[in-house]
């Protein structure tokens, strides 16, 4: 038999991953910092791999530590499901969730309904912003789980779902023809909107912002109205719009990664359970757009 991975070394793990240095993870899991280091390094030798690369101060993550740390958050959380399921205690209390306003209009309508429907005494506060003033919100103790657009040189986050980023027009018009192309994007710090531009100019096309805002209902009406062309997610298109390829000339956009956060130590069964609907949710999201 195989070695049997520890919980709490498991547990440590995803701290400093999470908190990037093993000094502020210790004050986070209530140990002392030569205990976290001990139970690293006893871990490292389970694996068979380095894990850490160290980076200044800051504990940077090797190639395997990334693919340890989806195991790790997997198995802590089947952990915490796994107990739940035996705590016969109805659900009640307050759970807050964080998304993007575009991820809002997708997924929360069946992650809502059917984390209602099992569990009525709960109360769901949601709190729509943009990925990072919900970072900035979640690390700042006044949301529990945070459905984001994950940027990895902006830190780990369980990927729970990805899709491709897509060119979209409107289906009745004309403006991905116009020179300069006119753009209906977010705002400048946009994840999106960055690779967006990056493509424009990797092939020389020339473009004019003509509307730029956080929301992405106001941002779909100028597609829709065929002021401005975009880029959304394969799940966000709507009847009406086109899709734009290569053939019309429009690079290919990198996949879009959908993560989950949470904050540190707002451990419950409440949360836990929200999370499960989350991820059942985007399955059955995946699972329909295959069937289209």
Not at 30 to 44: C, D, G, N, P, W
Not at 85 to 100: C, I, K, W, Y
Not at 244 to 253: I, K, Q, T, V
Request: charged share 25%.
């Amino acid at each position: 038999m195989g070695a049997v991975l520890d919980l709490d070394q498991l547990k440590t793990f995803v701290a400093i991953a999470e908190c990037g240095s093993f000094t502020r993870a210790a004050e986070t899991v209530h140990k002392t910092q030569s205990a976290v280091s001990m139970q690293m390094r006893r871990l490292e030798e389970r694996v068979g791999k380095p894990i850490f690369a160290r980076d200044g101060r800051m504990s940077k993550l090797t190639e395997d530590g990334e693919r340890l740390l989806a195991y790790a958050r997997r198995l802590m959380r089947l952990n915490d499901e796994t107990l739940a399921a035996f705590d016969e205690a109805e659900l009640s209390g307050r759970v807050r969730l964080g998304t993007p306003d575009d991820y809002a209009d997708r997924f929360l309508p069946e992650i809502l309904a059917r984390f209602s429907r099992s569990n009525p005494r709960a109360e769901v506060t949601v709190v729509c912003a943009p990925t990072p003033m919900l970072i900035e919100t979640l690390r700042g103790g006044d949301l529990d789980i945070a459905i984001i657009t994950h940027v990895r040189e902006k830190g780990p986050a369980d990927v729970i779902r990805r899709e491709p980023l897509l060119w979209v027009t409107s289906a009745r018009h004309c403006a991905h023809e116009e020179d300069p192309l006119p753009l209906a994007l977010g705002r400048p710090t946009c994840n999106w909107r960055r690779t967006a531009l990056e493509g424009l100019e990797a092939v020389g096309r020339r473009y004019r912002i003509l509307y730029s805002s956080w929301n992405s209902t106001a941002v779909g009406a100028a597609v829709m109205a065929g002021l401005a062309i975009s880029v959304l997610p394969e799940s966000a298109l709507r009847p009406g719009m086109r899709v734009l390829s290569e053939a019309d000339g429009f690079p290919r956009l990198p996949s879009v990664e959908i993560g989950l956060l949470r904050a540190w130590g707002q451990n419950s069964a409440l949360i836990d359970a929200l999370v499960g609907h989350i991820v059942s949710s985007l399955d059955n999201l995946s699972m329909s757009l295959a069937a289209e």
